[in-house]
């Protein structure tokens, strides 16, 4: 079974602090990885992807990735109480070109 | 209409009932998907097309049936659902690449359904 496990949280930051959202996935052999936003009552809204070893940034977004750990993890800089939201963490298996396994999500609360 | 749209947005049926759900992708891709989203638990993936052609079924029940009639659109009927059925259904549409391509997958806004 392919898991995608994620600290489903609250996690609470205050306004303009780092928030570090975390996934581990259990599949060596995966390929893609990527962070969605959900916002309550929403679908899911892609925000990241990253297929190499590092970090890649995008605004105050930044995704690392640590194959050997099979750790993958989003930063958020700055954080606004718009970006309060559950944060999905999704990876692209081997053997599936297409199929993406999610984690349950983790909860983000940015305090005014 | 740009990205992925979906209606009805929400739906109220009776377990007797048939009803469709519809999707439209207006992002050129060729890689559709339903999803489903029930309170607490991860999006499970139900069925995957590709080049309009089913290539995945995740085990969903019978009274779940898809239809691509083309690249662009998704249809997925319903009939005899449950009270546990009772979820958003989420479509997504990506580019089919290979193994080794992307695979971004970008949603639809969903259909919230209650089954009573």
């Known amino acids: 079974q392919k898991e995608v496990e994620q600290n489903s949280g609250p996690l609470s930051v205050p306004e303009g602090a780092i928030a570090s959202l975390n996934c581990t996935y259990s599949?060596?052999?995966?390929?893609?990885f990527f962070w969605y936003r959900q916002y309550s009552g929403k679908s899911p809204e892609l925000i990241m992807s990253?297929?190499?070893?590092g970090d890649k940034e995008d605004g105050r977004f930044t995704a690392q990735l640590n194959k050997a750990s099979q750790y993958v993890s989003l930063l958020i800089r700055d954080s606004q109480p718009s970006d309060s939201a559950t944060y999905l963490c999704?990876?692209?298996?081997?053997?599936?070109?297409?199929?993406?396994?999610f984690g349950s999500g983790t909860q983000l609360t940015v305090l005014p | 209409e740009t990205g992925v749209t979906q209606t009805p947005r929400h739906l109220v049926m009776g377990m007797t009932n048939k009803k469709s759900l519809k999707c439209e992708q207006h992002l050129g891709h060729n890689a559709m998907y339903w999803y489903k989203q029930s309170a607490k638990k991860p999006l499970e993936l139900m069925f995957v097309y590709n080049f309009k052609e089913q290539t995945e079924n995740n085990s969903v029940p019978s009274r779940f049936s898809p239809e691509c009639p083309n690249s662009s659109h998704l249809f997925l009927h319903l009939h005899t659902l449950q009270p546990e059925d009772s979820a958003l259904y989420l479509c997504?549409?990506?580019?089919?690449?290979?193994?080794?391509?992307?695979?971004?997958?970008?949603f639809g806004p969903g259909t919230r359904l209650t089954v009573t």
């Open positions: 990253i297929y190499s070893n």
């Open positions: 999704a990876v692209r298996s081997s053997g599936s070109a297409r199929q993406l396994t």
């Open positions: 997504a549409s990506s580019q089919a690449g290979g193994a080794g391509g992307p695979n971004e997958q970008y």
């Open positions: 599949d060596r052999g995966s390929q893609s």
